[in-house]
Each structure stands twice: as structure tokens, then as C-alpha cells.
């Protein structure tokens, strides 16, 4: 009964990791490939150590140490993930041509980097610079 | 078929196949940002095999391995973001 259930769960596990692998290597944009990889991986990753947790069992260190990865993980991905995927808008990385709406466009103050939620505090200089040709064309 | 044989000939394979899979996208990411990407996805995958490796030998130390290398995963993205966004500045 042991087998099936860890025979199920390293299937499962695995099977997203390959999907997350596929995915980052099929998918057009950096964003799509970021959103895809980042869940799938963690999820398998934490299937796996769920099954490494039930194959030892009476000994409490394993399961300690599984729940603590599978914690950490589970922590620290979307963390990364955002940070990496902030850096990545800043540096101007081009998005897929399908791509139908950008919300965060204009949005973030270059200088400070931080997101604004109106799109004229972002740009601080853009007003002067527009006040200032129009002075020139006078 | 028994568990450790489905372990040894469907599991690792598929694991080591993602790993060879992710590396061409390390190879040909046309920006830093995806091979960063890729590289951490390798990490992670590293992880589960580590974890299927110490499963089949039945060791239990392996484990530490594991957790050491989520900790360097994390960091090594993070300082990779924090130094991109820095590098745009100038």
C-alpha cells in the first residue's frame, strides 16, 4: 500500500518538474517562461521530498528535514520570483507580441523604482521636459 | 516491477532529462534574466534528485545537501536581481 502511494506521489512530482522543464524551454516570453517554472517546480520538489519523508519512517530527523525544505521552498520561490521578474521589467526585457494588456507600463518610478499608482508621479520629469518645449516652441 | 527499480529506470531518467532539457534554454536564453532563471530551475531540480538519490541509498544525510542547496538557490537569484536592477541605474 506504501509502494502505490510513493509510486503516486514521485509520478506526480516528477511529471511537473518535466512539464516546468518543457515549459521553460517552449514558452515565448520571459514572463510566461517565470510563471511557469517557479509553481511547477516547487511542487514537485515538494512531492518528491514528501515521499523521501514517508520512506524513512520512524526516524524524525528525515521528516524534520523534508518539512523544513519543502517550507523553505515554498517560502522563497515567489520571493524570488518576484525579484527576479521586477529586475527583469526594469531592464526592459521585451514582452511576447500576444501579450494583450501591460497594467505595470508607465507605472514605475525609474529613479526611486518604486510603483506608483498614478502614472504622472511616476514620470517626474516627463512633465517638466514637455513644459519646457513648449517654452522653446514660444 | 518494485519500487526500487521504478525509482532507478522512471524517475532519475525523467529528472535527468528536465535537467538536459533546461540547460539548452541556459545555452541559448537571449537575455541574463532567463539563463538566471534557468539556472535556479536547475537547482531546484538538483534538489529532487538529490532527494530520490538518498532515498534509493538510504541516506538520510544527504538531505542536509538538499537544504544547503535551497539556501544558495535563493540567495544566488536574489543577488542576481538586486545586481541587474543596480546595473541598469548607471
Known sequence: MIDIILAILSTIGALSIL???IGVLRMPDFYLRLSVTVKASTLGVGLLLICAAIMF???????????????????????????????????????????????????????????????????????ENIAHSDDATD | MSLEAYFDFV??????????????RL????????RVIALDLIITI???????????????????????????????????????EKQQDD
Open chain 1, 19 to 21: 512539464f516546468a522543464s
Open chain 2, 46 to 84: 538538483g534538489i529532487g534528485i538529490i532527494t530520490v538519490y538518498s532515498i534509493r541509498q538510504e541516506q538520510d544525510v544527504l538531505l542536509d545537501v538538499a537544504i544547503i542547496l535551497a539556501l544558495i538557490a535563493f540567495l544566488g537569484t536574489i543577488a542576481f536581481s538586486y545586481y541587474i
Open chain 1, 57 to 127: 519512517p520512524g526516524d524524525v530527523s528525515v521528516t524534520t528535514k523534508s518539512i523544513a525544505i519543502i517550507f523553505f521552498l515554498i517560502l522563497t520561490a515567489p520571493i524570488a520570483a518576484h525579484m527576479i521578474a521586477k529586475a527583469a521589467y526594469f531592464t526592459g526585457t521585451p514582452l511576447w507580441k500576444g501579450t494583450v494588456v501591460d497594467e505595470l507600463k508607465g507605472m514605475y518610478n525609474k529613479e526611486t523604482h518604486c510603483l506608483e499608482s498614478d502614472p504622472e508621479k511616476a514620470q517626474p520629469h516627463a512633465k
Open chain 2, 27 to 34: 545555452f541559448k536564453g537571449p537575455t541574463v534574466v532567463d
Open chain 2, 11 to 24: 524517475i532519475l531518467p525523467i529528472l535527468t532529462i528536465s535537467v538536459l532539457l533546461v540547460f539548452i
